[in-house]
């Protein structure tokens, strides 16, 4: 079965630090997300790529944060420098608009980013 | 701007028991609803997706059904099992500028005991 693969799964990383985590997602999905959640919170989306292009970046904190999908395939995200409050789980997803699909989102396992 | 909430935020049953998970939405112009499963530490899986126009959908023994003109949405488990514990999360999505808007809930913890 078709997954969505992330890495590292867990980082911990001191502040002002720079860090980067990686998406590869279903083949074939042109959606792929970005989320973060904060423990005992929902995911909150960070930035939504349609192919190579952003669709929607309006909660992405972009002092620190950027993101890539340079060939419409796998995605990077990366913050820099890291600051205490970036500590949570960092989830990609990916969805497809074909035929009986409805943006239904995948997930990835998460990366669990701990800055100290 | 919509809202999603998931009452109660954590539920704790015996084995066996049915059960209910509540999730609402403030805006009723919504595309779908996705119902997720989360272990600790790991990364969502999807259970159910029901479109707009439809108002249940089944998958082994969770049913979850959507009533848009209310904003609520239900996921029913049936003979619950210690398995089952996770934290279940809805998620709305909505038309907005550029695509769609994907808005979670902030979830339910469930605990079944053995």
């Known amino acids: 079965e078709a997954e969505v693969a992330q890495s590292p799964r867990y980082k911990i990383t001191e502040k002002s630090q720079a860090v980067a985590f990686w998406c590869d997602p279903i083949?074939?999905?042109?959606?792929l997300y970005w989320y973060r959640q904060i423990l005992g919170q929902g995911p909150e989306l960070l930035v939504q790529?349609?192919?190579?292009?952003?669709?929607?970046d309006s909660q992405l904190p972009k002092d620190r944060f950027s993101a890539e999908r340079l060939k419409g395939v796998d995605s990077t995200l990366k913050i820099q420098p890291a600051e205490l409050g970036d500590s949570a789980m960092y989830l990609c997803?990916?969805?497809?608009?074909?035929?009986?699909?409805?943006?239904?989102?995948?997930f990835g396992p998460g990366t669990r980013l701990t800055v100290t | 701007k919509q809202e999603v909430t998931q009452i109660p935020a954590a539920l704790s049953v015996p084995e066996g028991e049915n059960l209910v998970l509540n999730c609402s939405f403030t805006d009723s112009a919504i595309y779908n609803l996705q119902w997720f499963r989360q272990d600790p530490g790991k990364g969502l899986t999807s259970l159910l997706l029901?479109?707009?126009?439809?108002r249940e959908q089944t998958s082994g023994r969770l049913n979850a059904s959507l009533d848009k003109s209310s904003g609520r949405s239900t996921l029913y488990i049936a003979a619950s099992q210690p398995g089952d514990s996770a934290t279940y999360l809805c998620a709305v999505r909505r038309r907005d500028t550029g695509g769609f808007k994907t808005i979670f809930g902030a979830g339910t913890r469930l605990f079944v005991k053995a």
């Open positions: 029901i479109q707009s126009s439809q």
């Open positions: 997803a990916s969805s497809s608009i074909g035929p009986g699909q409805f943006y239904e989102q995948y």
């Open positions: 083949s074939g999905h042109a959606t």
């Open positions: 790529f349609q192919d190579e292009s952003v669709v929607d």
